[in-house]
């Protein structure tokens, strides 16, 4: 038995390389993929928009209130976005604008310094871009607390006027950059496409090549075909996976914390990939024809992808709670424990739930198995 598996995953290992356009769309669209979105959310989600300044008073002298506002609006601490400031001239900050090479320009006014000495009130001018409603309200949030930090780090809400004061306490001691999540995100997502759409492909070559008829024939021949073509999926998805692991530490830096986070990222993968490998296999040769393979492999991969959390938290991102069964969320879940020691309490249920979801594709295995045997195929 173990000696026809493996003869099985030997011919769908030869016939995966000699295909070479499919290599290329399970390997290069997961890696595009990858850099798109990590590119879009480095931008919008981190650290570095550029905010132009004007600057009405000058010269800035060292120490003083102008340099400390200065020196909070670039400072990479407390909540995101960051910015990175300059100061070019008022024309040079017009044109930049209108050519969206910047997206807010922010003047410190004349009197500025003399003001807050005296205690006075002082108003601070900003023009936003606003041709993207998420981008521009994370530039104004981004500016209103980088205002709020420096109205607390120098206590300048004390006195005899009334107003609110609070104290706010973090968590964690650092901010999360979603592009740190989201790469984690779309290693789920490469993990289920690559198994749904090789699956989909190993299976569907049967009857495209005309040998089904010869697979049925032989003793228990779908039943070493299904399990073969299922474990050369899993091998071909862990070699994307670890190219695309090697992409990230090289450029990003990304990697793991520790050898038990390593360990466990592979068993989240074996079980979401053996999940979907057997999920790709079964389609593939119930359809037959690889043309319809890669349209709803890429469908319910992404739709997986976006409604398991995998952009923002699954409390943010969906707000159903029924999400948090799939087992891709749970795959999200348990990978931001390991790796960011974020959301630990939802470590053990998303472990039981993704325990589930193998149980549950173990048995529809077996069920096959017994159809086939009973049927003598």
Request: with cysteine; net charge neutral.
């Amino acid at each position: 038995m173990i000696d026809q598996i493996l003869a099985e995953t030997r011919k769908s290992l030869r016939s995966w390389r000699r295909h070479k356009i499919i290599i290329a769309i399970g390997i290069v669209s997961p890696f595009f993929f990858t850099f798109i979105f990590t590119q879009v959310f480095t931008f919008t989600g981190g650290s570095g928009f550029p905010l132009a300044v004007i600057v009405e008073e000058e010269p800035v002298i060292p120490g003083s209130w102008t340099s400390r506002f200065l020196d909070t609006l670039d400072a990479k601490e407390g909540t995101i976005p960051y910015f990175d400031i300059f100061f070019p001239t008022l024309e040079e900050a017009e044109t930049l604008f209108a050519q969206r090479q910047i997206f807010v320009i922010v003047w410190i006014p004349h009197g500025f310094e003399e003001n807050l000495t005296l205690g006075q009130p002082v108003t601070i001018r900003a023009r936003i871009n606003n041709i993207h409603e998420d981008l521009s309200k994370n530039i104004r949030l981004g500016l209103e607390s980088r205002i709020w930090r420096f109205v607390q780090l120098y206590q300048l809400d004390t006195g005899n006027q009334p107003g609110i004061t609070f104290t706010p306490t973090s968590i964690y001691e650092t901010e999360l950059p979603r592009p740190s999540y989201m790469i984690w995100g779309v290693l789920v997502w490469v993990t289920v496409f690559t198994s749904l759409f090789y699956g989909g492909t190993l299976g569907a070559e049967e009857k495209d090549k005309k040998t089904m008829t010869e697979l049925t024939m032989s003793h228990h021949g779908l039943i070493y075909a299904r399990m073969g073509k299922t474990l050369a999926t899993m091998i071909i998805s862990a070699a994307c996976i670890s190219l695309l692991l090697v992409l990230n530490l090289v450029m990003y830096g990304i990697t793991f914390p520790d050898l038990l986070s390593f360990g466990l990222f592979w068993v989240v993968f074996l079980c979401l990939t053996f999940l979907f490998s057997l999920l790709g296999v079964i389609y593939g040769l119930k359809v037959g024809d690889f043309r319809l393979v890669p349209v709803p492999a890429i469908l319910i991969s992404l739709t997986l992808w976006v409604v398991s959390g995998a952009i923002n938290p699954l409390e943010f991102s969906v707000g159903a709670e029924v999400f948090r069964f799939l087992p891709t969320a749970a795959g999200i879940r348990i990978l931001t424990a390991v790796i960011f020691q974020r959301g630990l309490q939802y470590f053990l249920e998303s472990v039981i739930i993704l325990g589930m979801w193998v149980m549950i594709g173990s048995c529809l295995f077996g069920l096959l198995i017994a159809k086939n045997l009973k049927a003598g195929i």
